[in-house]
Each structure stands twice: as structure tokens, then as C-alpha cells.
T-cell receptor, first 113, second 113 residues
Framework: QKEVEQDPGPLSVPEGAIVSLNCTYS??????FMWYRQYSRKGPELLMY????GNKEDGRFTAQVDKSSKYISLFIRDSQPSDSATYLC?????????????FGKGTKLSVKP | KAGVTQTPRYLIKTRGQQVTLSCSPI?????VSWYQQTPGQGLQFLFE???????NKGNFPGRFSGRQFSNSRSEMNVSTLELGDSALYLC????????????FGQGTRLTVV
């Protein structure tokens, strides 16, 4: 079982829809949870990160972490064609004072006008 | 403020050759991490350098190595290239070691033929 699981999609939605992207993980030591957006032929771009359980909102984006279920989500409201990209979840385990990002494989999202 | 710069953007090499990739982090960032991205495995952590010292290493063979200079610029070297090394190599910079806010470059697309 991989440490981080993410449905690769593709996910296709009409413009204006609410999008829900999810990841599950197996390592309860993960402390920080990130969402990255990657456009084709570009590097990943950090959207937002949260520490431990709870919600965080930034404009049209909301990140949720449920550590009891080992489940994280990213919601995109009023989706736009410019949101079409691959969305990657990532997590860090700071055990031993060292940490590196563990990524899901990404979900490819297409928002149709 | 300039972002993370990776050179070259594209590279074609022959099996058995070696290659060196370069990464210039955001000014003031002292941590540089390297990742390999492939369609099958997604983003996988190679190693992290902080203050010219390797602080963390992923599960890759010794053919993959790196270094960091006093100005925080980093290079990654792959020796005895194999076809399976074809991938997008990404570097990320952050202020602190294992930083949660990691900023990625656009990557170097390596093709081994």
C-alpha cells in the first residue's frame, strides 16, 4: 500500500461546478498537508497547506484534513477553465527532524466552458 | 522576486552517459530538494540539501548524486544513464530544511535513448 493514495481521474466538470479532490494516507505521523497545482509542462505550484486537522480557506479553495480518517480534501468553488490542471496532494512527516514531501500521483481536472 | 530556475529545460542523452542538472533557488532560500516525476510513479523524492550538506535522501540508487554550493545553487548528477531514468526532474527551494512552503522550478525534461 502506497503511503498516499489519490484517484488519478481524469475528472471533467462544467464551468461553475464545485470540485472535490481527495487523498487518503496510511502514515499517521504526517503533520502538514499540502495541495499543489501543476499545469502541463510546468512545475507544481503550492496552493495551500494545513497543519493537523481542520479547514483552511483561500478564495475559491478550501482544504480539509481529517486525521482520524486519514483523509484530506480540496474543494474548488465556482470552477473556471483556468483551473484545468493536475492537482497533487503532498504530506510531510517530520519524524527525526527531517522531512520530505510525499506526493499523491495527482488528479487531472478538466473544467469545460 | 525571481523564482526557482532550472537548466537546461530539455535534455536528450544516450544510455550509459552521465548528466548534470542545475537548480538556482529563490534568493534567500537555503534548502534545495530534488524530485523525479514519471507517469508511473508520480513525484518521488531524491534528496535535500541545506547549507551545502545533504540532509535527507530518498530511495534511489547511488547513480543519483547531488551537491550544493555556498550560494545555495544545487546540481544533480546521474551517472550511467538507463532508459528508466527518462523523467521530469524538479527542484524545489524553501527557506528552512524540510520546509512546508516549497517552491518548484519548471523542471528539466530528461530523455534517455
Amino acid at each position: 500500500q502506497k503511503e498516499v493514495e489519490q484517484d488519478p481521474g481524469p475528472l471533467s466538470v462544467p464551468e461553475g461546478a464545485i470540485v472535490s479532490l481527495n487523498c487518503t494516507y496510511s502514515n499517521s505521523a504526517f503533520q502538514y498537508f499540502m495541495w499543489y497545482r501543476q499545469y502541463s509542462r510546468k512545475g507544481p505550484e503550492l496552493l495551500m497547506y494545513t497543519y493537523s486537522s481542520g479547514n483552511k480557506e483561500d478564495g475559491r479553495f478550501t482544504a480539509q484534513v481529517d486525521k482520524s480518517s486519514k483523509y484530506i480534501s480540496l474543494f474548488i468553488r465556482d470552477s473556471q477553465p483556468s483551473d484545468s490542471a493536475t492537482y497533487l496532494c503532498a504530506m510531510i512527516n517530520y519524524g527525526g527532524s527531517q522531512g520530505n514531501l510525499i506526493f499523491g500521483k495527482g488528479t487531472k481536472l478538466s473544467v469545460k466552458p | 522576486k525571481a523564482g526557482v530556475t532550472q537548466t537546461p529545460r530539455y535534455l536528450i542523452k544516450t544510455r550509459g552517459q552521465q548528466v548534470t542538472l542545475s537548480c538556482s533557488p529563490i534568493s534567500g532560500h537555503r534548502s534545495v530538494s530534488w524530485y523525479q516525476q514519471t507517469p508511473g510513479q508520480g513525484l518521488q523524492f531524491l534528496f535535500e540539501y541545506f547549507s551545502e550538506t545533504q540532509r535527507n535522501k530518498g530511495n534511489f540508487p547511488g547513480r543519483f548524486s547531488g551537491r550544493q554550493f555556498s550560494n545555495s545553487r544545487s546540481e544533480m548528477n546521474v551517472s550511467t544513464l538507463e532508459l528508466g531514468d527518462s523523467a521530469l526532474y524538479l527542484c524545489a527551494s524553501s527557506l528552512r530544511q524540510g520546509g512546508t512552503e516549497a517552491f518548484f522550478g519548471q523542471g528539466t525534461r530528461l530523455t534517455v535513448v
